[in-house]
């Protein structure tokens, strides 16, 4: 739901879009129009509410170690804004930054595709576009990891197969590790660095 498009109509609207209210105008939402941080194949990642006015500007990217049951597989990651509720919006209004996808064929180059090996795990790099954003105190930074984001980009058939000959579909089951030895993790740039968020 928006995002940095500057065409798509109808089908997608670009630019700040709340993140928790999908409506019928919504290209696939369907009722009962719950927010995207409800759904299964969702991982959000949240702050506590901030302390303090935090600003963000810079390169945003995600570091992930994932699994997965397919030989091709997407990643993609979405930045947020979580305000607090408020009168106008009672659950808040999670406003997306930026978001960006890898396709894992590519996670060693993009001049050269690699399968992948179902089971093993790696290490991906998912870079979204720059962004700057003041995050007020009272609000949350969140970040959202899936493995789609349609119509935004476009569907990974999760075969292998090259796009503009695939003819089957496949269903990915995808593990985003995060323990000690797979530390996944966002990279940005915060004013005041780390600790700006304590």
């Avoid at 106008?88 to 930054?97: I, K, S, V």
């Avoid at 990974?156 to 796009?163: H, L, S």
């Avoid at 966002?186 to 780390?194: S, Y």
Wanted: proline share 10%; with cysteine; glycine share 8%.
């Amino acid at each position: 739901m928006g995002g940095q498009v500057t065409s798509g109509e109808p089908v997608m609207s670009g630019g700040a879009y709340d993140q928790n209210a999908p409506d019928a105008r919504v290209h696939g939402a369907g009722e009962p129009y719950l927010p995207l941080d409800s759904r299964p194949d969702v991982i959000s990642l949240t702050t506590p509410p901030l302390e303090r006015d935090v600003v963000l500007a810079g390169p945003v990217s995600a570091t992930l170690h994932i699994s997965t049951s397919a030989p091709d597989t997407d990643f993609t990651i979405k930045l947020i804004d979580l305000h607090p509720p408020n009168a106008d919006y009672p659950h808040g209004f999670a406003m997306n930054l930026t978001d960006g996808i890898v396709r894992c064929r590519f996670h060693r180059s993009r001049e050269h595709p690699e399968l992948l090996t179902p089971g093993e795990v790696y290490e991906i790099e998912v870079t979204a576009p720059d962004t700057a954003n003041l995050f007020a105190a009272g609000h949350r930074i969140r970040l959202d990891v899936s493995s789609s984001n349609f119509p935004r980009f476009d569907v990974n058939t999760n075969t292998g197969e090259p796009e503009a000959t695939a003819r089957r579909t496949a269903v990915a089951a995808n593990t985003v590790h995060m323990d000690a030895r797979h530390p996944s993790h966002l990279n940005i740039w915060l004013e005041g660095g780390p600790s700006a968020l304590r």
